[in-house]
């Protein structure tokens, strides 16, 4: 077939087949692979859609996903930064841990401008882009962070002529791309309003990125990236932002000892991607230490939970047995991989304290311990959407004021609570 000739793919529709000048848009979901079947239904059924609509409000071109990909065209790059945004931010402020998806889904976009071949696919008879800057554009997706969009030098050079009043462009400089693809001089993509990230230059690699320094918030000035301020106050949503310093890898990588989380059930950090986070823990023999509600007082309390949580007493009793069972699959995962030894790390306790917020402490008796606080809010009187992602999480270091306290307190119901392990397994009602 000759290069552009209008040609009639299968199902009836015209359209231009051949070489297209297009702004290339690649993505790829983090998290996705380690889904159980469960959650990979919630994922089509709830997330999928939500990026096809993305899609089709920026009437992006020949579209194609496959697995936890997904690649499109447009026609401009002014629509396909704007789309790659608003698909970023459908992962980082959505409440998916409460949809039961692992608490770390989010995705990595790369946007590139080049000339695409469009052909018709014999397989899905549908028309989709093909080439070697296709190519390229997923080379670009995976040095992006996670939670990030990145676009080529090609695609900043146009999108600068045309001076878009919403996109801001973070330079990152060379960066080596995969599979020997050469190198290739990138930005970080985000809305004007985003916070601006910083970048350390890798002496390795020439002008390669490494880590973003954290943004502060609600506070006057940023401070030094190895000192970090006594206390943030973030939204839940922006937990998944990795330049914060606070996703569960950057925690990992933070802890040194010990790690605590205390909650209701805990339930949701304790998924099928999660559980190799927690391996890496405790091979290195530091203590994983999970403190929850006692299903047995929950059922027993004569507090109606739900005009707070908007879900009857039975289903409270149902997701806090539930957590305490998954916490003994995580227990079983870590002793088939790393042995009895490691397992020890692992303890979990149950208290008959309320918890009106959940808290992950990190190395809480030293110098360079972190605490997280998130209060609840799961009843909505002002209709916001997402509301569940604006929960209120304030960060502390040992320099805050505040966070002797909060530690006492962990500390208080972690000492009164009862150790569930070797206990036989409690069943959801």
Not at 26 to 33: E, L, N, R
Not at 158 to 177: F, T
Not at 250 to 266: D, F, M, N, P, V
Not at 386 to 403: A, G
Request: with cysteine; hydrophobic share 40%.
């Amino acid at each position: 077939m000759k290069r552009n000739q209008t040609s009639k793919p299968p199902g009836g529709k015209n359209a231009q087949v051949g070489l297209r000048t297009l702004a290339i848009m690649f993505a790829d979901t983090k998290g996705f692979s380690a889904m159980t079947d469960p959650q990979l239904r919630v994922f089509n059924e709830k997330v999928w859609p939500k990026v096809a609509s993305t899609l089709k409000s920026y009437a992006s071109l020949y579209g194609n996903t496959w697995g936890d990909a997904v690649t499109a065209g447009f026609d401009g790059v002014r629509e396909a930064a704007r789309c790659a945004l608003d698909i970023r931010d459908v992962f980082l402020k959505g409440d998916w841990a409460f949809e039961g998806l692992p608490t770390d889904l989010t995705i990595r976009i790369a946007l590139h401008f080049a000339e695409a071949e469009v052909i018709i696919d014999p397989v899905q008879r549908r028309l989709r882009i093909s080439g070697t800057e296709v190519n390229y554009a997923a080379r670009l997706e995976p040095v992006t962070p996670a939670g990030a969009v990145y676009a080529s030098e090609a695609f900043l050079s146009v999108h600068r002529r045309i001076r878009d009043s919403k996109i801001e462009y973070d330079d990152i400089g060379e960066i080596e791309l995969p599979k020997g693809a050469g190198t290739e001089r990138a930005c970080h993509v985000r809305w004007k309003t985003d916070r601006p990230i910083n970048v350390k230059l890798s002496p390795k690699v020439p002008n390669a990125i490494t880590v973003p320094v954290p943004p502060v918030t609600n506070i006057d000035a940023p401070a030094p990236r190895s000192e970090p301020p006594p206390e943030r106050l973030v939204l839940r949503e922006q937990l998944r932002d990795p330049a914060l310093g606070l996703t569960w890898e950057q925690i990992e990588r933070h802890c040194k000892e010990s790690l605590l989380i205390a909650g209701w059930s805990c339930r949701g950090v304790v998924s099928p991607s999660m559980r190799e986070l927690f391996l890496q823990l405790v091979s290195s023999e530091r203590k994983v230490q999970i403190l929850s509600y006692d299903p047995a007082i929950v059922e027993s309390c004569s507090l109606d939970l739900g005009p707070v949580c908007n879900v009857g007493p039975e289903y409270v009793h149902f997701d806090v047995s539930k957590g305490l069972n998954d916490f003994r699959d995580l227990l079983g995962y870590v002793k088939d991989r790393a042995g009895q030894g490691a397992s020890k790390c692992i303890e979990i306790r149950t208290t008959s304290w309320f918890m009106a917020w959940s808290a992950v402490a990190v190395d809480r008796s030293t110098n360079n311990g972190l605490l997280q606080i998130e209060f609840y809010h799961y009843n909505n009187p002002y209709r916001a959407v997402n509301h569940l992602n604006k929960r209120l999480e304030l960060v502390l270091t040992p320099r805050s004021p505040f966070y002797l306290g909060f530690k006492s307190s962990i500390d208080s119901m972690w000492d009164s609570a009862n150790i569930v392990i070797p206990t036989p397994p409690l069943r959801p009602h």
